[in-house]
């Protein structure tokens, strides 16, 4: 079964629009989470790390003032994408690792602003 | 963390053994391969990960050579539901807080 639940699975909002994504680990306590970017027919691209309690380290090239990443249980990242445009239509994954676990991920979500 | 190298796509029958080959020649003492697939608007799904020595779990073997520059994952009875986009990927440490990062892939086509 599943172990890291994203939600919700696609949002569809206007421009500008501020759009929160939560990851949870489900059955296990998750001190790292990553956040990911998946673009049509392209690979996964990892946006930030963020650790329990403490700041998200972002990817080169990713705006962190764009993109709020919140990690403040063992079992709950947030990212939530600020003033959304047209170009930050993706899909966004997140994954969760902890220790001697393999990094597991979610479903994903697909945000689409019109 | 080292790079891999992997076939842009592969074809399978049904039903037969499907076996993905990677490179990852510049793997250091420490690295491990882990495989990944990702099923068509899903995340990404762990397969299964090794060291050295080969591993086999419910869901496919993973035999990696002698000298670690490459292994190959053996997914043996492809179903359609196999249609993935597998991903080789070698990382620094067993524990979880190492990022993983994805190269291209495989696309696997699995065909009745």
């Known amino acids: 079964g599943a172990v890291v639940s994203q939600h919700p699975s696609r949002v569809i909002c206007k421009s500008g629009t501020s759009v929160k994504i939560e990851c949870r680990s489900l059955d296990f306590q998750a001190t790292t989470m990553f956040w990911y970017r998946q673009f049509p027919k392209q690979s996964l691209m990892l946006m930030a790390t963020s650790n329990e309690g403490s700041k998200a380290t972002y990817e080169q090239g990713v705006e962190k003032d764009k993109f709020l990443i919140n990690h403040a249980s063992l079992t709950l990242s947030t990212l939530t994408v600020t003033s959304a445009h047209p170009e930050d239509s993706s899909f966004y994954i997140c994954s969760a690792a902890g220790n001697n676990q393999p990094q597991h991920f979610g479903d994903g979500t697909r945000l689409s602003i019109l | 963390d080292a790079k891999t190298t992997q076939p842009t796509s592969m074809d399978c029958a049904e039903g037969r053994a499907a076996n993905l080959p990677c490179n990852h020649s510049?793997?250091?003492?420490?690295?491990?391969v882990y495989w990944y697939r990702q099923i068509h608007s899903q995340g990404p799904q762990y397969i299964i990960h090794?060291?050295?020595n080969n591993e086999t779990n419910e869901m496919a073997s993973l035999i990696i050579t002698e000298d670690r520059k490459s292994s190959t994952l053996i997914l043996p009875h492809a179903t359609l539901r196999d249609t993935a986009v597998y991903y080789c990927?070698?990382?620094?440490?067993?524990?979880?807080?190492?990022?993983?990062?994805f190269g291209a892939g495989t696309r696997l086509f699995v065909k009745a």
């Open positions: 510049t793997i250091s003492g420490n690295e491990y």
């Open positions: 990927i070698v990382r620094s440490a067993n524990t979880g807080g190492f990022k993983t990062i």
């Open positions: 090794g060291l050295k």
